[in-house]
């Protein structure tokens, strides 16, 4: 008894009927043991213990089955010792080996069969988990999914073009009932939760694969062509219609497979796009909203950019012409000063009109033409045009020049007018001040290979802690008279070429306005 309860396959759901199979073989074995020593029967008797083998084997795993043979065995050895002990003949040896061999073959036999066994129990226990895996994510995923069968639509599909028909859609159009019959060829198997979900209760049933197909019939006809084809993958938006009657745009796929036998069993998928695009319309019809309403604003924020630029100019040509009258006033009348004013009111009046005709060209969105421009030339134009603003206001500028700045690629009208905006601004900061020193830093650097900077440093109170955030922000000022439109159209006017402005607080007082600019700014940018 204790042999067999080692030997037999502990734990399984057939305990009982293997217990009963492990007693039987014990008393066969018993028997066969008994009827060997103790009869005088001729004849390899001890082969039978083939049967208590065959019968264990049904009870016991690998090492249980060598234990058996190894017991068998020895009871064979014991018995023949014992029946034969000193007068052993030439025939009971030979009975004797032939029940050894007997055993032996049978063992070996068994011990294959049971690996065999073994692994097809193991082959189908992971198959059943890979089954088992499937059916989970078949059914939890929220991705709408169905389990359709085309394999009679594939078979009828490949009929027809063994006929010679390569476009369906042709030959569907020639004969009406091709569609009808197609559908009734396809039969789901089966439809998963958020299927359900999507399509109501009945998704599953063919009803509602007619009903969508019959909506997009020209999408079907797609899908046919894709299966005659023999291509692998089809998707498309279609559009389905749930048992609620609602209309839904869906993102249809579907993956054929390779073998054609695995058509049985195709996974079809659908994924709700309808709230998608909703949104994508309703974000394109803002998006031209939002166009009309920005190129009102460019407009709008050009006439206020044309009325600040102009500003400098004109107050420069009523002050240069007061100054004209009062030189011809004079008794005699000062001609040299009348002509200096007067080139002085005629570079004003060509600088505002430079500003008119480039406003002018922004405007119908032609694009400046790029040209090179030196900063240290830009710079000293830039000072002679606000010359007598600075004058006025007592501001002395230095200039730190470096001999490698390169000139860059740009519109020179535009990095002017940011030029005098930050000087004009750097100005008024210092005067609102009341600062006894005003001076204006303008300094030049080559920070990289691909950009220069130029940097307007003032001595004024420096940014507010409340403009330091909204500085570039459209009409934004702290100003009585501000129109808070100068730095915002800066910026937007150097970005547009790939540069930069940024404005800060210096470590040592005043505020500093760093333009960066691209060395060659590229194509998309100019
Ligand atoms: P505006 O000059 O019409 O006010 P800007 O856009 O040129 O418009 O300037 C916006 C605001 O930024 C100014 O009102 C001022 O508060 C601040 N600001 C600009 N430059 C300086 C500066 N150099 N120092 C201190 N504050 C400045």
């Not at 005088?40 to 082969?47: K, L, M, R, T």
């Not at 390779?258 to 058509?263: L, M, N, S, T, W």
């Not at 195709?266 to 994924?271: A, C, F, G, H, K």
């Not at 240290?376 to 020049?401: I, Y």
Request: charged content about 25%; aromatic content about 4%; glycine content about 6%.
């Amino acid at each position: 008894m204790s042999i067999t309860s080692t030997i037999l396959r502990a734990g399984e759901a057939q305990g009982g009927h293997n217990l009963a199979l492990g007693v039987i073989a014990v008393a066969l074995a018993t028997a066969v043991f008994y009827v060997d020593t103790y009869t005088d029967i001729e004849g390899a008797i001890a082969v039978l213990y083939v049967i208590t083998m065959l019968l264990a084997a049904q009870a016991t795993t690998r090492i249980g089955l060598l234990v058996i043979a190894a017991v068998c065995a020895a009871l064979t050895l014991l018995s023949y010792v014992v029946t034969h002990g000193n007068s052993a003949d030439l025939q009971s040896t030979i009975r004797l080996i032939v029940a050894l061999a007997a055993l032996l073959v049978t063992t070996m036999l068994l011990l294959k069969t049971e690996t065999a066994r073994v692994t097809l129990l193991s082959i189908n226990s992971a198959l059943k988990e890979s089954e088992a895996r499937y059916r989970s994510i078949f059914d939890r995923t929220r991705v709408a999914l169905w389990e359709r069968d085309y394999s009679k639509l594939r078979s009828y599909l490949m009929d027809v073009r063994a006929q010679g028909v390569t476009d369906i859609k042709a030959h569907a159009r020639a004969n009406p009932a091709v569609v009808d019959h197609c559908v009734d060829l396809i039969r789901v198997v089966a439809a998963n939760e958020a299927a359900r979900e999507m399509l109501g209760p009945e998704s599953s049933a063919a009803g509602v694969l007619r009903r969508s197909i019959i909506r997009g019939q020209e999408k079907f006809l797609d899908v046919l062509q894709a299966i005659m084809d023999g291509e692998r993958v089809f998707e498309d938006k279609v559009e389905v219609r749930a048992d609620n009657g609602e209309d839904k745009l869906v993102l249809f796929s579907v993956s054929f497979p390779e073998d054609p036998a695995a058509f049985n069993r195709v996974v079809v998928s659908m994924v709700d796009i309808t709230q998608r695009e909703m949104a994508l319309k309703a974000l394109a019809e803002a998006q031209a909203e939002l166009t009309k309403a920005s190129k009102a604003a460019t407009v709008g924020a050009m006439s206020a950019s044309l009325a600040h630029e102009l500003n400098q100019p004109l107050g420069a040509i009523v002050v240069n012409s007061q100054t004209l009258l009062r030189w011809l006033d004079r008794d005699p009348p000062d001609l040299a000063a009348v002509r200096r004013s007067a080139e002085r009111m005629i570079r004003d009046s060509q600088r505002a009109s430079e500003i008119i005709q480039n406003t002018r060209s922004h405007l119908s969105l032609s694009s400046n033409k790029l040209e090179s421009v030196s900063l240290d030339r830009l710079v000293d134009e830039t000072m002679a045009l606000m010359e007598h603003e600075l004058q006025r206001s007592g501001t002395t500028v230095l200039v730190d020049r470096k001999p490698d700045i390169p000139p860059v690629s740009a519109v020179k009208i535009e990095l002017q007018q940011v030029l005098i905006n930050l000087i004009t601004n750097a100005i008024q900061a210092m005067d609102e001040a009341g600062n006894p020193e005003r001076i204006i830093r303008i300094t030049m650097e080559r920070p990289d290979i691909e950009h220069v900077c130029i940097a307007v440093r003032d001595s004024g109170p420096g940014i507010t802690d409340d403009a330091k955030n909204k500085l570039f922000a459209p009409f934004f000022t702290t100003k009585a008279t501000g129109m808070g439109m100068g730095l915002s159209i800066c910026r937007s006017t150097l970005e547009a070429r790939g540069g930069k402005l940024e404005g800060t607080n210096h470590p040592e007082g005043g505020a500093i306005f760093e333009m960066r600019l691209l060395i060659k700014p590229e194509v998309e940018h100019a």
